[in-house]
């Protein structure tokens, strides 16, 4: 059997009765925090190209984005979700895999889900599937569709769609197969925003559920994929990861081992490669009161595999070129954590990334190698924060806040999501849908409670 074999086998015969307690957990956890997230962008007016574009795309009328209250496609609705839930870089990241797993597959969900009248539990149980294979799908390769110059969530989002999808559509195993093929060949996003101000990169999860949901839909129709396009000479790895692959990450121990246990879920909306950097130097002033001012010196210790991404030439060196760039910018988020005293959705507005002042403390951080057997989003942190009087001050943390290493408590993924929603007074009412979501009977209730968060001014809060 070719790997994509393995995979829709699994994907097709696993029900809810195969599901751990603790992966149901942490299902829960993560559509909480991407219905979240979502909402805060569409507060904040994020994203909106996409929404608009999603929006004119029209279609019948089959499901709702996210947040909005007008019916789309199932497809042009899943990608106005993924565009909004990624828009503000503050979704979850899977560290071995460096995917963000949730916004290709919850978008998927929803919009799938809404179009064939999903109950909660299957909607629940086809996220489940599809976030275990998103996860598996970059671990194959670590770093390797990064290092080739892609987004790997643009790369093997498309396939983890497909699976969420079709498994929604009751797809059978072959044509599950098919769909994978297919959504091969729409694989892809180019990390060139980087060298730019561009925003594309929070494009990327947008094409991917689009994809995803159609590659799924010709598959049903009788459309046929290569079933060799994992392993095969011009398949994924062999054309887009610059790393050598093992395909048994994906295919092995499917349904004991469960990686979906370990998506790290995000205290910051910036790069996840930053996070255990900005928690290092949280920790060094964690005790003491230190003036901006008063710095002669930022000595941060930055896995290889991150620094092309957040330490580029650009970084540190000038104020960021736009809100998105700042959010790879590791040298003036840093700055910007140690002159507010906190890295929030404000930090990165248009009048925070133009302050001199910050943009004159990144200009202090000197980045140190510090290779790690570990993947880069998974490695331990350190900084070595020395003042003007000769005081140094140093931080050193296992991981970054968030992650397997230092996870974050239901509480604090709760308190996220409040914060997301503005404290909205019936933002708890969602959270408690989500979390037991197999108990609706469809998503209507939940995408009528998103909308209302969404848009809703606290005018009336009846």
């Given at each position: 059997?070719?790997?994509?074999?393995?995979?829709?086998?699994?994907?097709?015969?696993?029900?809810?009765?195969?599901?751990?307690?603790?992966?149901?957990?942490?299902?829960?956890?993560?559509?909480?925090?991407?219905v979240g997230v979502t909402i805060a962008a569409a507060r904040l007016g994020a994203g909106s190209a996409g929404w608009t574009v999603a929006h004119g795309l029209g279609g019948p009328p089959q499901a709702r984005a996210?947040?909005?209250?007008?019916?789309?496609?199932?497809?042009?609705?899943?990608?106005?979700?993924?565009?909004?839930?990624?828009?503000?870089?503050?979704?979850?990241?899977?560290?071995?895999?460096?995917?963000?797993?949730?916004?290709?597959?919850?978008?998927?969900?929803?919009?799938?889900?809404?179009?064939?009248?999903?109950?909660?539990?299957?909607?629940?149980?086809?996220?489940?599937?599809?976030?275990?294979?998103?996860?598996?799908?970059?671990?194959?390769?670590?770093h390797g569709f990064h290092a080739r110059g892609l987004h790997a969530t643009g790369v093997v989002g498309p396939l983890a769609a497909a699976m969420t999808a079709g498994r929604l559509l009751g797809l059978p195993a072959a044509r599950l197969v098919d769909a994978l093929g297919i959504a091969g060949s729409s694989a892809g996003g180019l990390l060139e925003f980087l060298d730019s101000a561009a925003d594309t990169k929070s494009?990327?999860?947008?094409?991917?559920?689009?994809?995803?949901?159609?590659?799924?839909?010709?598959?049903?129709?009788?459309?046929?994929?290569?079933?060799?396009?994992?392993?095969?000479?011009?398949?994924?790895?062999?054309?887009?990861?610059?790393?050598?692959?093992?395909?048994?990450?994906?295919?092995?121990?499917?349904?004991?081992?469960?990686?979906?246990?370990?998506?790290?879920?995000?205290?910051?909306?910036?790069?996840?490669?930053?996070?255990?950097?900005?928690?290092?130097?949280?920790?060094?002033?964690?005790?003491?009161?230190?003036?901006?001012?008063?710095?002669?010196?930022?000595?941060?210790?930055?896995?290889?595999?991150?620094?092309?991404?957040?330490?580029?030439?650009?970084?540190?060196?000038?104020?960021?070129?736009?809100?998105?760039?700042?959010?790879?910018?590791?040298?003036?988020?840093?700055?910007?954590?140690?002159?507010?005293?906190?890295?929030?959705?404000?930090?990165?507005?248009?009048?925070?990334?133009?302050?001199?002042?910050?943009?004159?403390?990144?200009?202090?951080?000197?980045?140190?190698?510090?290779?790690?057997?570990?993947?880069?989003?998974?490695?331990?942190?350190?900084?070595?924060?020395?003042?003007?009087?000769?005081?140094?001050?140093?931080?050193?943390?296992?991981?970054?806040?968030?992650?397997?290493?230092?996870?974050?408590?239901?509480?604090?993924?709760?308190?996220?999501?409040?914060?997301?929603?503005?404290?909205?007074?019936?933002?708890?009412?969602?959270?408690?849908?989500?979390?037991?979501?197999?108990?609706?009977?469809?998503?209507?209730?939940?995408?009528?409670?998103?909308?209302?968060?969404?848009?809703?001014?606290?005018?009336?809060?009846?």
């Amino acid at each position: 059997m070719t790997a994509a074999a393995i995979l829709a086998d699994w994907v097709h015969g696993t029900g809810r009765g195969e599901l751990p307690d603790e992966v149901e957990h942490a299902v829960a956890r993560h559509l909480l925090d991407g219905v979240g997230v979502t909402i805060a962008a569409a507060r904040l007016g994020a994203g909106s190209a996409g929404w608009t574009v999603a929006h004119g795309l029209g279609g019948p009328p089959q499901a709702r984005a996210l947040t909005g209250g007008e019916a789309l496609s199932a497809p042009a609705a899943a990608m106005g979700t993924a565009i909004l839930e990624h828009a503000l870089d503050f979704d979850d990241t899977h560290a071995g895999g460096l995917v963000h797993p949730t916004v290709t597959v919850l978008p998927a969900a929803f919009a799938v889900g809404q179009e064939v009248s999903a109950s909660g539990e299957q909607t629940l149980v086809a996220a489940a599937l599809g976030l275990e294979a998103v996860c598996r799908l970059g671990a194959v390769s670590p770093h390797g569709f990064h290092a080739r110059g892609l987004h790997a969530t643009g790369v093997v989002g498309p396939l983890a769609a497909a699976m969420t999808a079709g498994r929604l559509l009751g797809l059978p195993a072959a044509r599950l197969v098919d769909a994978l093929g297919i959504a091969g060949s729409s694989a892809g996003g180019l990390l060139e925003f980087l060298d730019s101000a561009a925003d594309t990169k929070s494009l990327h999860p947008g094409s991917a559920a689009f994809a995803g949901v159609l590659a799924a839909r010709l598959a049903a129709a009788g459309a046929s994929g290569p079933p060799s396009v994992l392993e095969g000479n011009r398949g994924v790895y062999a054309t887009l990861s610059e790393r050598a692959a093992d395909l048994g990450v994906l295919t092995d121990d499917l349904g004991v081992r469960w990686e979906v246990t370990r998506i790290g879920i995000k205290p910051y909306p910036s790069c996840q490669l930053m996070h255990v950097t900005l928690d290092a130097v949280a920790a060094a002033v964690a005790d003491a009161t230190v003036d901006p001012g008063d710095i002669a010196d930022i000595e941060v210790h930055v896995h290889p595999d991150s620094s092309p991404f957040v330490c580029g030439d650009h970084t540190g060196t000038a104020p960021p070129r736009s809100t998105y760039d700042a959010k790879f910018d590791l040298p003036w988020s840093v700055a910007a954590l140690l002159h507010d005293g906190a890295v929030t959705v404000d930090t990165y507005t248009g009048e925070s990334i133009a302050r001199a002042a910050v943009a004159a403390t990144a200009k202090s951080v000197r980045v140190i190698p510090a290779p790690h057997p570990l993947p880069a989003a998974a490695a331990p942190g350190r900084a070595v924060i020395t003042l003007r009087d000769g005081q140094s001050l140093t931080g050193v943390v296992a991981g970054s806040k968030g992650t397997t290493a230092v996870p974050m408590t239901d509480a604090e993924v709760r308190a996220k999501f409040i914060g997301n929603c503005a404290g909205h007074p019936r933002a708890d009412e969602l959270a408690d849908r989500i979390l037991a979501i197999s108990a609706e009977t469809d998503l209507t209730v939940v995408h009528d409670l998103a909308h209302r968060i969404a848009s809703d001014r606290h005018t009336d809060e009846t």
